[in-house]
């Protein structure tokens, strides 16, 4: 039985839900290059890296780019994200999340957010959240995209935490395979029907406390 010392938490999703804002400017920018965007199409981006983003909608688009104008699409989406998030409230935090991460503290387990965003620390102070992560490992820090465990892994290693005493909680398919391929155990948020390699799947941090959180402890890596 390996004693949970520490858990990592991927950012959108779990924490907060900035798709609606990922959606807005990708519309725009699509809106821009003449064609639409939809809910739907935003979607099959969940997990997906801003480059590979933005050559899926080209591809959708029937548009093809340089790889200059691709990285000067790609910023000025970004930039218009950043405008958006930068008006980030404490109210867009999801339910439970500050507590159940307040808890974990409270309960002398270490905390980190290991996400692929690249505007994590910017997000994390708008919402006023950011003195609750021992760690922050972000887009800046990483370089292969989940089910790569990298994000997972440096952020166990800042933390001098094992795998085996980490658990992941994510959002994505793809988050959850992460964690398994780094040794660790997970809890997914939200659907069992998508998330169910998980060790545990809940709607989210409002479902869960530090007693259900023990109970990991006797779960293999894989559910």
Request: one cysteine or more; a negative charge.
């Amino acid at each position: 039985m390996n004693k949970i010392l520490a858990c990592i938490f991927d950012l959108d999703g779990v924490i907060v839900d900035t798709a609606v804002y990922h959606y807005r400017a990708w519309k725009r920018l699509a809106n821009e290059l003449g064609f639409d965007f939809t809910e739907h199409d935003n979607e099959k981006l969940k997990g997906v890296s801003r480059m590979a983003s933005l050559d899926l909608i080209l591809g959708w688009g029937g548009l093809a780019k340089t790889q200059m104008e691709k990285e000067e699409l790609a910023a000025r989406k970004n930039a218009w994200y950043v405008d958006m998030i930068s008006q980030m409230t404490p109210a867009e935090i999801l339910p439970g999340a500050k507590e159940f991460v307040e808890a974990c503290k409270s309960a002398g387990i270490k905390t980190a957010l290991g996400s692929a965003s690249k505007n994590s620390a910017t997000i994390l102070e708008k919402v006023g959240i950011d003195h609750l992560f021992d760690v922050v490992i972000d887009g800046n820090k990483v370089s292969k995209p989940k089910p790569d465990p990298e994000v997972f892994l440096k952020g166990a290693e800042a933390l001098g935490v094992p795998p085996a005493n980490c658990v992941v909680f994510e959002d994505a398919i793809a988050g959850i395979e992460a964690a398994i391929n780094g040794g660790m155990r997970s809890v997914g948020i939200g659907s069992p029907d998508v998330l169910g390699k998980a060790n545990l799947v809940v709607s989210g941090l409002d479902k869960i406390n530090i007693e259900k959180l023990k109970e990991l402890e006797a779960s293999d890596v894989t559910a």
